[in-house]
């Protein structure tokens, strides 16, 4: 008999593959899990509609599933409700900023993000709050372009949405 | 008609735009005027063709003949395709691109917006998913327009050049036919009597900003909620679908 809660214990810690330093449930990609006799069916939801990851992260499941024994594997994409950076976890954010992307802010209630004058966002290296956008669109879906105009590096942003 | 067949040609007509859009958009991949722009635009053609991609899987559940998606976007002639003219419009200059993307952002905000409370749970959904991405891409278009009309002799010129070209496409947006009738009735699909007012609303304050004019009187040219287009869809056509049909089932 397959358990639910050791089944997610297992896929949760895919991944990302765009951003290796979180995994998928702390990006709040990982749903649900469903077990039906011997058919796991896992529910992800994508980030953006477009985002390239989703597939990479699908095959992922997968084959870990049968790695640990699972032969069969449902992976379900569901769009609602729809996914928002309010799911990341304080601790991933805090990953993030580790990693040298500026996490995003706490609720997306704040859509100064999309004006370009996120609050409180600092740069990920020396902590300044003096810093200038360079490009709404980042290296992925997810980020924008920053720079800092104290420190002089370019940042990535974690977009709110 | 039936509900399932309209419902049907409703999802091909979202999908259709988005992904012709997402095709002209993906042309500037590798070309953009700078490298912030190139990664913009790559971006927002993901965007797009990622929105077309589910909407054409639950199009191939609703129609329910076995067809793929991939069959839906390489396996169908200009004539059933249902993007508006505008979505096929050529890139053209930077100005004209910006243009395009500007009035269908202008659209798709107050659209995806009345969406959302669509009585078909996964169009909803979908269009909950995309509202928060075209916000971003309005930003982004909207920006530029004001950079472009407030700008240079030059760039105000090709903006404004841009706008008349562009705007005979505009009015074809708002079209309904019976496909909207009967899931109108359905609480399924938007009325857009209501999303023009908005557009023009939005549209019309970005102009102003941007001392930009808003062109009068222009014969307007329609036709692609029937299938008709511009001679400009079959070559987008036979480069995007030359290579599915030249090695079907052709796979990496």
């Not at chain 1, 084959?63 to 976890?89: C, F, H, Q, R």
């Not at chain 2, 991949?29 to 635009?41: F, I, S, V, W």
């Not at chain 2, 050049?161 to 909207?180: C, G, H, K, Q, S």
Request: net charge negative.
């Amino acid at each position: 008999m397959i358990k639910k809660e050791s089944i997610f214990q297992i896929i949760s810690q895919i991944p990302d593959p765009e951003i290796p330093v979180i995994n998928i449930q702390e990006l709040g990609i990982l749903r649900d899990v469903e077990v039906q006799d011997d058919e796991v069916i896992v529910d992800i939801t994508p980030t953006y509609s477009g985002c390239p990851a989703m597939k990479q992260i699908e095959d992922d499941i997968v084959s870990l599933l049968k790695e640990n024994g699972v032969e069969k594997v449902k992976v379900n994409m569901v769009y609602s409700p729809a996914w928002t950076t309010d799911w990341l976890t304080e601790e991933a954010k805090e990953k993030l900023r580790k990693y040298g992307i500026a996490p995003p802010g706490k609720t997306t209630v704040d859509k100064s993000a999309i004006t370009g004058k996120p609050k409180n966002l600092k740069c990920p290296r020396c902590g300044s709050t003096h810093v200038q956008m360079v490009s709404q669109f980042g290296s992925t879906a997810c980020k924008a372009l920053y720079k800092c105009l104290d420190c002089q590096e370019p940042f990535d942003y974690f977009k709110c949405i | 008609m039936n509900k399932q067949e309209a419902l049907f040609k409703y999802i091909l007509r979202l999908a259709d735009n988005d992904l012709i859009l997402g095709h002209r958009v993906s042309e500037w991949t590798g070309h953009g005027p700078m490298l912030e722009e190139d990664l913009a635009l790559a971006n927002i053609a993901l965007d797009l063709i990622g929105n077309a991609n589910s909407l054409y899987q639950y199009a191939v559940k609703v129609e329910g003949k076995g067809r793929t998606e991939d069959d839906l976007a390489y396996m169908r002639g200009e004539r059933d395709f249902y993007n508006t003219l505008l979505a096929e419009h050529p890139n053209g200059d930077y100005a004209c691109t910006m243009v395009r993307q500007f009035f269908t952002d202008a659209f798709y905000i107050h659209y995806y917006e009345d969406l959302k409370s669509s009585a078909d749970a996964t169009l909803a959904a979908l269009a909950a998913k995309a509202l928060k991405e075209v916000n971003y891409h309005l930003r982004h278009s909207s920006s530029w327009i004001e950079r472009f009309g407030d700008g240079t002799e030059e760039s105000h010129m090709r903006a404004q050049n841009a706008i008349n070209e562009l705007w005979r496409y505009t009015e074809e947006l708002f079209d309904m036919n019976e496909v909207d009738a009967i899931l109108i009735k359905e609480k399924i699909a938007v009325d857009l009597a209501p999303v023009k007012a908005k557009w023009e609303k939005t549209v019309n304050d970005v102009l102003v900003r941007s001392t930009l004019e808003k062109p009068q009187n222009v014969w307007q040219q329609r036709g692609s909620r029937d299938g008709k287009h511009t001679e400009h869809l079959g070559y987008l056509l036979a480069e995007m679908q030359h290579l599915h049909r030249a090695i079907p089932g052709a796979n990496w």
